[in-house]
């Protein structure tokens, strides 16, 4: 079998870790709340009303609707406000005022179908739940030296995306050697900056009240491609932030000079272990699994595939037990495949046109093949289906259909 490509995984970045206050540790969920119970958070039993962080994390972590902002803010040793935002058509938005538990709800804002709505049932915590919501760009949500604000650090949960920004792209870097850095203040930022731009340009301002960097840097580079963080997401206790180097076409036009490409991307600030994962991609960036059969699968759908047992299951139902099943190192690679159910002549196909990353997702565009007005084609029940292998990624995977019209 041909490789599609390369995967490694840097370990856990702690030796790289640039930050005054210290990088991740290993001890998960348990060991950042435990931290954070040392800045004045309370873990373990209620004491005196004071909220118990591990409660909030956890309705947090469950939240349907936080995949592009899920925030905690500890006010006061009092009040926990719930900041998050996602992808829900009439909850895109919302933030919650809470007391000593969650279920101590005191004032709501957020999207409806009706529109934003705000209400309170206790009207005194209205003015510094205004306050707050006016306020959620500022480290200290507008309240001012008299209040104490602390932003509870945690991981969502395993499998969940974390919403990421690349806030630098740069192709030609004065670090000529390859390295990833962890950066969590000001200092750190700082002193990196001047060692990749000597200067040139200013830094991007960071808050790193709230936020984190992870840089990354290819050192001298003469291939012809691309380099980009591609994915972030919580997995198994760790940050894990994958960056892709993307073989380019053979005939594409390509810079004749060295490049040092580096990205820096921007993420909630966690208390956390963080793994970068580099996917190397050759080109073609995917390859049809061998052998090509006539599929058993009669119902349309779309799968993602990315262990054994899921793939023993799929391959048995695609081309029956009598078939052998394919090799697929589930650590380096995973399947995805397109399955069109039951089309009503032989001129349907399906085949996978493209996969790409792109917004935090990996993109598979599949071709769908239908007749025009005056092509001849074969009348008989046709079941469309594709499967291909690509490097394992833990990036969310958006099928996007295409149609090509058979002339």
Known sequence: MIMVGRTFVTAAVVGLTLAACGGGGSDGAAGMQNRQAGQGIAVGEPNGGVPVVSEYIKMAQDASCASTRNNLYLVDSKYVLWDRAGNCADNATGQTLMGATPQAVLCTAGDSIAGPRTSCSDETARVLFDTMLKNLDKADLGLGAGHKVEPVS???????????KTIVSDSFSNIETAREVVIKDAAAWSALWAEHSKTRIAAPEVDFSRNMLVAVFQGNNPVCGSY??????????????????????PV?????????????????????????RKIVTDYPSFKTVEPNVRTGITEARNVVVRDEAAWATLWAQHAGQGMALPKIDFGKQMVVGVFR??????????????????????KVVHVDTVPGPAVACTMAIVYPAALVILNRSEAPVEFIRSEQVLK
């Open 154 to 164: 945690f991981l969502p949960k395993s499998g969940s995306s974390i919403a990421f």
């Open 252 to 276: 594409a036009l390509c810079l004749a000079a060295v490049t040092q490409p580096m990205r820096v991307a921007l993420l909630p600030k966690v208390d956390a272990p963080v793994e970068i």
């Open 228 to 249: 980009d963080v591609v994915y972030a997401g919580a997995k198994d206790g760790k940050l894990l932030v994958e960056v892709e180097t993307r073989d380019l076409s």
């Open 341 to 362: 159910g039951a089309q009503p002549d032989g001129c349907r196909s399906t085949s996978v046109g493209k996969v790409d990353f792109e917004d935090g997702k990996l």
